[in-house]
């Protein structure tokens, strides 16, 4: 979420929301959203509806739910998905933001 921090402005240039969804608590959720000050959209899916929905990946080898990375248009079309194999395999934002751009056309 880092990652996700460092370039989100860059998003909203391009008029991109970041939502991240985690499986923690709202409690806990709120928590390490007010202590790393995350200026993005933090959603608790601790019941996994949201990660059912978009087939995230669950392995408990792995510390739990895989990373997965959706692009989603306004009309609800999902333009990039990328499912994660561990925690560290995560596409880098430039791709995502060029995938945005490539909309714009």
Known sequence: MAQLRQDYDEFIDRNTEVIAVGPDSEDAFQKFWDDHDMPFIGLADPN???????????NLLK??????QILI?????????????????????R??????DEMKD
Not at 48 to 58: G, K, P
Not at 73 to 92: A, C, H, L, P, W
Not at 95 to 100: M, P, R, S, T, Y
């Open 95 to 100: 791709e995502i933001l060029d995938i945005i």
């Open 63 to 68: 510390l739990g739910r895989m990373p997965a």
């Open 48 to 58: 996994h509806r949201v990660a059912r929905q978009y087939e995230q990946e669950v």
């Open 73 to 93: 248009d306004k009309q609800g079309i999902v333009r990039f998905v990328y499912y994660s194999n561990s925690m560290s395999d995560i596409t880098e934002n």
